[in-house]
């Protein structure tokens, strides 16, 4: 007769209620022995008694594996992913930096133009490449000092403290959707966590183009177009993205009028409404017109405004041609650029600043310059076109061209 004594073996936990009366809870508590050998109880959080005990089941488990020193990473995610599945009935996705920055990045794809996609990507891969073998570590192991460190490298190249702070920009935006999904905690990408670098240069005054000087770019512009973006830019004030992209469609012949939502403003559905000014409108005439999206100006339309090849390099290539240089006000810092108080963007402030000579008042600048407060772009609506239009006219217009000779 076999009289081994065959015993059953001991749970490795219990469960139990809440023992005040009344109960201060209605979960199942679970009681076991942690990975240090002490015996601690905690809540299910839940009143299901089976779910309780899969994940007492678990929380067991992984303490004796500890006590073991056999506990793993991968171990961990695949209990508390079994975890999560037994109490909500759906899949827990444990993301990399990698794969939640490449999956973010598809996803924008669809809903904003080439070019800020192309934009988005450059900062993305940067940011990846940077991180090295940690981009491919849980998304929540980025601290705010991987930020930081990418960052200073970037300022450390030369890069100027807006591109700069542009990367960080969009680096923020996939970092703060983590935040709202609870993918992390703590959005380490804000900017209390990764304060945007100071732009010295911001706190310079920027120069305005005279209209002689205006007269000058158009003459050595190289291409009908240029001279067109460049009218543009001054007679409505656009800047240099909205002017290259846009659409016959924006431009009403018959009410001479031009509306845009401007790329700046655009999330809060800000549309400008720009009287078109005489010394325009001549150049506008002269063109082959086309419908809806056509762009107004072909040849300049999707290009990119930075690079060596971009808008803004062949706009000051115009500059050099016609011997216009405005003050030097950031020195050029190894791959960066340096920053004259004289660019496209100053014939934005020259519009500005045109329209103030002329008497027209604060109100009426900010209306047609597109301000970006939407309360404030409310107090313009009720200005009339024409109000619009007698203060646009009121802009010096451009000494004409001296004939060529043939």
């Known amino acids: ?35 240090h050998g002490r015996r601690v109880r905690r809540s299910t959080a839940t009143t299901d008694e089976t779910k309780a005990k899969e994940i007492a089941t678990a929380w067991a488990k992984l303490a004796a594996t500890g006590r073991e020193n056999r506990l793993s990473e991968s171990q961990c995610r695949e209990v508390i ?15 990399t930096a990698r794969s939640y920055l490449d999956e973010w990045l598809e996803g924008v794809k669809s809903s904003v133009d080439e070019n800020t996609w192309r934009c988005y990507k450059t900062s993305i891969t940067g940011f990846l490449e940077h991180l090295g073998a ?15 460190q990418w960052r ?7 890069l100027s403290a807006p591109t700069v702070n542009g990367h960080l920009k969009v680096l923020r935006i996939p970092f703060r959707r983590a935040h709202d999904l609870g993918y992390i905690r703590v959005n380490v990408c804000g900017t209390k966590a990764v304060p945007p670098i100071r732009d010295d240069a911001e706190d310079v005054e920027k120069d305005v183009f005279t209209p002689k000087q205006i007269g000058e770019l158009i003459e050595a512009a190289p291409s009908e177009d240029w001279r067109g973006l460049i009218l543009c830019g001054y007679f409505t004030g656009l800047r240099l993205r909205d002017c290259s992209e846009l659409q ?14 401007p790329h700046k403003t655009r999330r809060h559905g800000t549309t400008v409404t720009i009287p078109i000014h005489s010394g325009f409108m001549a150049w506008l005439r002269k063109q082959t017109r086309g419908i ?8 300049l339309s999707g290009m990119d405004s930075g690079g060596k ?13 016609a011997k216009i240089k405005g003050r030097l006000i950031r020195e050029r810092n190894g791959v960066g650029r340096s920053r004259s108080s004289l660019s496209f963007h100053s014939l ?59």
């Open 134 to 148: 940690k981009a491919e570590q849980q998304l929540q192991d980025v601290a705010p000092t991987d930020i930081l």
């Open 152 to 158: 200073n490298k970037l300022r450390a190249a030369g």
């Open 1 to 35: 007769m076999n009289t081994t004594n065959h015993r059953k073996p001991k749970p490795t936990f219990s469960l139990n209620k809440d023992q005040h009366v009344p109960p201060r809870s209605p979960f199942w508590f679970a009681s076991f022995r942690d990975e």
């Open 248 to 261: 016959w469609g924006n431009v009403d012949m018959g009410e001479q009028i031009i509306k845009v939502k």
């Open 81 to 95: 992913a079994g975890m999560y599945k037994s109490l909500t009935g759906e899949q827990l996705h444990f993301r």
């Open 348 to 406: 934005r402030h020259s519009f500005n600043s045109g329209l103030a000579n002329q008497g027209v008042d604060a109100e009426l600048r900010q209306a047609l310059c597109g301000h970006s407060n939407p309360d404030q772009n409310e107090e313009y609506t009720h200005r009339d076109v024409e109000v619009l239009r007698k203060a646009v006219l009121r802009l010096p217009g451009i000494p004409q061209r001296k004939a060529r000779v043939r």
């Open 292 to 299: 809806a999206r056509a762009p107004v100006f072909p040849t």
């Open 309 to 321: 090849s971009g808008l803004s390099a062949g706009f000051k290539r115009i500059m050099d041609k």
